[in-house]
């Protein structure tokens, strides 16, 4: 059970320093992280074609988290959960940071950044930010530059290692732009700018597997080669920081972690709490692990990020509490007791989709709650806007992929999956007879959790009443 979170106070407009101490040992962190890929799109995830080399290397020594999760499947709100350790509802930044959606951190909020400069750390983070407001990132080194052009990226962090003293601990975040599409036109995937130092690989559309949440045509599988083609060359970009972590003579003291910050831009997975939304690979290494290659059943997720951040640098924060824990104790206990839940919380992607979600996902079933089920669901416009959905538009087409476009676009209140029957989602049980106990008594510890982290939303909805006015 996940420690009991922002009780007496926070809601009430805590502005408390965080005290913060200073530890002994100067172990670093180094952040890896991709952006919007499923988490089965690795080889050491059992993909038949997509080549990963240097991630899957990483995880045949290190521990290997077969269900890892973003808590919301949008950039900007997904970086906010991992820098901060708190769900979306708490923290404040409900949709994406840059340009018109204007969304950033409560001010009552501290990010991970922060809880490390206090315990005199070096900050690094080089690739996309998507982060707001700049003040609560006090990051040291934040080099400019493309964020696809990982050969760059990876000279960076051998600049920030080789600059960073060797008595001095650091906080390295690496932000892949890849495999996010390229572009709204074509396939929108794929890499259309050469990289100086890198070969790119390339990828048969007709040998692609299409996953089962997408429909299998012409367009989907070049789409899916251009995405490929990106994971690799972000693949390649790993390998360059590793080895320079490597030479700097500082990899025994530094716990490395890989994630994706989402899964992949299709409908189905962008916006959704739907498998290939909010599942994502994730991958740990340190020195010394007992078990290196393991692969670790506990249920894992971007909440826990940040406590095992502060795990790992002894680094104290006390402010108000956090939404996670830390997952060293587990790295050596493949079936970790208590490591059995995840809670979820989506506010929205952008301005224009909005569609608050809120989800309890066990190692079998999974609970969705849609607050507004009357909203038709706004599609995140990076999936708008791109081919597969524009031609469902143009054609009248009536399925995507297993579902109907009705049934994607119109949600009941509460979705209810057997996920070792029903791996991507298709049949909603919550309203069947024989499963309506199990849906009820799931959405009740769904609101305790969210009653322990003060979710503001629950002073007006609930998931087992009708509406605002009415009863169960």
Known sequence: MMKKTLILGFFAGLLAIPMVGQGTGKKNVLLLISDNQCWFDMGCYGHPLVKTPNLDALAARGVRFEQGFAT?????????????????????????PHREHNQQLREDVVTVF???????????????????????????????????????????????????????????????HDPHPTSIDGAGWGIVKETAGYEPVTYDPAEVPVPGFLPDDPG??????????????MDHGVGLVLDSLKKSGREEETLVIFISDHGTSEP???????????????LVWHAGLEKPGSVNRGLVAFTDLTPTILDWTDTTFDAYPLHGRSFLPILDTPEPEGWDTVV????????????????????????????????????PIDAFERRLWSGIRESGAKTIGPRTVDAFLHRPRLELYDLETDPWETKNLAELPEHRDRAVAMAERLVERLTEQKDPWLRKYHPLRESQAGDR
């Open 72 to 96: 919301t499947a949008s950039c900007g709100p997904s970086r906010a959960v991992m820098y901060t350790g708190l769900l979306t509802h708490s923290n404040g930044q409900y949709a994406h």
């Open 114 to 176: 922060s809880m490390l400069k206090g315990n005199g750390y070096r900050t690094g983070l080089i690739g996309k930010d998507h982060i707001k407001p700049l003040e609560k990132y006090p990051i040291d080194f934040q080099p400019k530059g493309s964020t696809r052009d990982v050969v760059t990226m990876g000279g960076q962090a051998a600049e920030f290692l080789e600059t960073t003293p060797g008595e001095e601990p650091f906080f390295l975040v690496m932000s892949y």
């Open 220 to 233: 989907v599988r070049e789409s899916l080669a251009g995405y490929y083609q990106q994971i690799t060359r």
């Open 268 to 282: 189905g997975a962008m916006g959704t709490h739907y498998e290939p939304g909010v599942r994502v690979p994730f």
């Open 344 to 379: 979820l919380s989506h506010v929205g992607h952008d301005v224009f989709a909005h569609y608050p979600m809120r989800t309890l996902r066990d190692r079998r079933w999974k609970l969705i709650w849609n607050v507004l089920p009357g909203q038709e669901y706004p599609l």
